[in-house]
């Protein structure tokens, strides 16, 4: 069976809650500005598409808000799991009402939240020199034989920087924004690795090929600037009820 294809502009706006109403949306007559894609995209490229459809200052608040959430926890006992919880907290509550309406949190095995039908996960890069991440926070046994990359991955790294200077191969500047994986690249050319606190670890150097990646795929949303525009304020993260 011969698969059809779309013009699909590279530009969009508004908000759409699921893949079909971006794909209402799209017009195949202005093709000065647009790319050729497959007529079903695959799940990575779905969520892809979703943030795509997004303001850019409306993306640009994920990353001031954790960045005033870390500046106002630096240098206090347990700074980085105190930080860390809210960041996805906000992370999480930041996609449900604002970004992605259809946005729900759904923390089953790799995933963070779902869209429709399509699970993935939410990784957060802190670090200027870049971080290993982990699929999950588990040292259980049993956890070995386990299928992994079992969703879209999204990245996202809060600041602009080289993560090695001289280390051959891997000193591009890596740029802050948003970043898609295809979990079956993954499955194909990230190995896990293992510490005292996980058994699915993806060391720094394999976090930094999958963004390579995900720019050579273009798919990745840059944020418009690395300014801390905002500050976090405990009191006012309470609403009547």
Known sequence: MTRGFIILPTHTTGVYTNMSDELAHISTTDVSDSAIVPTVPSEYMQVYYMFKSINPSELSRVQNCIQAIRAAFAGSPGAGLTSGTLSDTFITGFLKSILLPGFTTNHKDEADGKCGDILFSIKTICSEKGSD?????????????????????????LNTSKWWNKLAGYNDTVRSGFYFVDPSYCKENITLSSNNKTNALISRKQVYQMIQYAKSTDTHIQFPDDTVSCRFDILSAFVSL
């Open 133 to 157: 991440l982990a699929l999950d926070w588990s040292k259980n046994r049993t956890e070995s034989t386990r299928e992994r990359f079992t969703c879209p991955i999204c990245l996202i790294v």
